[in-house]
């Protein structure tokens, strides 16, 4: 018990002389009795303890022992410590700082020697080199930019706001009132060490997420290659922008997983290249293609160390006004949602326009760059597929239905049976050479392509003497050897082959002709049609697309003529004339006798035709004149087919007088039919022989080719 306490007030010298303790040594102060015996009327253990704490706060907050190792005398004021010193048993303490997210842990409150022990508190107060004379009192102060105090708060994105107290006079060296407070703000890079962590498992996050490493560096003046930006090794956002349209090549200073904003805040495209070899490899992009950000656009990127590339990952934002025009080409790539992956895909224009697979812009013509020939052709040896209405094609390549565009192919009849029908197919497929003859430049592929002569190939890459997206000519040597050239006619005839100045690696794409099997008979196909997404194709391989028929006249020929339409087209059809006459020179006329059966004019008056698909009728029409010696007479002309063994259509007359001519007009529409088929022009009389006129000769001003027809026979037929 502490006695007359109230009535007697100790100095701390009078304390001292009754325990023989300073107060510097509380821990025999605290645990040995008083060496002197009337120290037991002023304390007790309690009292030991109320005093020593009374001496550890009797003028500032709590403090702590400490060391400074900074190398240098610090000054009253913000210190911070670095660690333990065992051999001293102290706290080592050096300066604090807000430009090195330093902030402070205690204040000295006077100077502290280098190597030298001392005392640092949570509070109080110490004269410090600030001028308040002009200050008023009670101004908050805060930890500066260089270690001491100042009245205004740092506002650098990469510095700490701590407060440390409030002056306490106005004078020169003013007198702080010193409190540690906890940071009020801290510099991005203290943030981003502190928040260099990992976890496993989901975690979720309460409020906002707000990114401070904020930087707007100049603007690019010109293409840049391995950009460093001042202030970039503490960002997360690039506020870019650029003085005119320039290209972005790289960005130095990656480290794995590192994650960066780039939004374009100016008015100008800045496009960042994919893999340019213009930048050091660690510092380029990998993208699936040169990226333009235009005005008002970001992209967010991740840095991939182990390809030590950047790499996209969020699609940027694009204003389209930014954007350089371009037209469509069909292996421009698109961005999908896939329903059924449930995830973004993209897509190419010739895939999405293969979905409109009725897309088929051409026609099977005997005479190249002629779609709908005006004349006739005979004894042709190749037939083509030209452009009309468009130069593209639907085509399944075994997988979709893509869309391919075309100049003009052809293919080459070879040696077929003559008299017979052959389907005409399209089809699309994709091959790499095996080996490359740079001697004598011709590919050799791994197994046959099926690729004809006249077939169109088109190389994705550049190399060897080739260009992508160039289109070129293929000559089929055999099933697995071919030359490529320039021009389709040179092709057809093996000359000028392009040189081939290396390997050939790259993948060609084809779009070439196919034949059929020969037909079994006129009117059946040994290769049948089969409908694959509604759409004609070869049964079984589903990759030809149908486009037509023809029919042989040789082994390696075939026509197409007003008395023989041998080609005919599934697509994009017309009306073709037909028509059987015969015309006499000098302009003689000419007749012949009939009997009392129908018989064929001959082959002046037939016309024949093949048709691949039963679709469209036969439009016929006749005329015909006759004449007899007796009157009363009975006569008729027919049309007729060979597949038919009676006449279709008859005109009948009866002769009025002797000799006297009659005129015959027949028509008929023949229904649809497939296959090949011959009309005739027939004739008959009752009773007796009787004469059919064939030919007028000349007497009525026309020429001989122009003089009137005594008969003819003709015909439309769509194909």
Known sequence: MIT?????????????????????????????KSKRADAKYFFSETTSMLMKLRDIAITNGMGIRVRNVSGGTLAAGPVRVTGYNSA???????????????????????????????????????????????????????????????????????????????????????????????????????LQAAMSMSWTGDHSFGGAIVWNGIISPTALAANTNDWAPTGFATANTIRISASSAVDLTGIAGGSSGRILTIHNVGANAITLKDESASSTAGNRFALSADLTLGADSMIMLQYDATSSRWRCISGASMDINGLTAADVALNDTLPIYDVSATANRKTTVERLQGWFNST?????????????????????????????????????????????????????????TSGKNYDVFAFTSTAAPSSTDTGTDVLTFGSATGWSTGAQVVPDATGGGLTAGTTYFYNAASATTGSLHTTLSDALSGASKVNLTASITANLTAVTLAFSAAWTSDTARSDALVLTDWVLTKTGTSTHRYLGTFRTTSTTQTQDKLTQRFLWNYYNRVSRPMMGRRVETGGATSSTSVGTSFTSLGADFEIECVQGYAEDEIALTAFAVTAHGTAGTGNAVAIAKTTQANAMAKSLATTPVNNYLTSHGITYTDPAVTGYEKYLLSAAFDATTGTVYLDFGGGHGESATNDPPGSLIRGILRG
Request: aromatic share 10%.
């Open 88 to 190: 001293n048993d102290r706290f080592t303490i050096t300066l604090a700082d807000a430009d090195a997210n330093a902030p402070a842990d205690l204040l000295l409150l006077s100077s502290l020697a280098n190597n030298t022990d001392g005392m640092a508190y949570f509070a109080g107060e110490f004269v410090s080199a600030l001028d308040t004379s002009a200050i008023s009192i009670g101004t908050e102060v805060f930890l500066s930019a260089t270690g001491t105090i100042t009245t205004t708060a740092p506002t650098g994105g990469d510095q700490i706001v701590q407060s440390l107290g409030f002056t306490k006079n106005q004078s020169a060296t003013g007198t702080i009132k010193g409190f540690v407070h906890q940071p009020k703000k801290f510099g991005a890079s203290w």
């Open 360 to 416: 088929c812009n051409g026609r099977l013509t005997l005479t190249s760059q002629t779609p709908v020939t005006t004349s006739d052709v005979s004894n042709a040896t190749t037939i083509y597929y030209c452009p009309y209405a468009g130069r593209k094609i639907a085509l399944n390549d075994g997988t979709r239905w893509v869309l391919r565009e075309f100049t003009e192919i052809a293919i080459p009849l070879g040696t077929l």
């Open 4 to 32: 007359n306490y109230a009535a007697t007030v100790y100095t701390d010298a009078q304390l001292i002389a009754y325990t023989g303790y300073t107060w510097t040594d509380p821990v025999a102060y605290t645990s040995q």
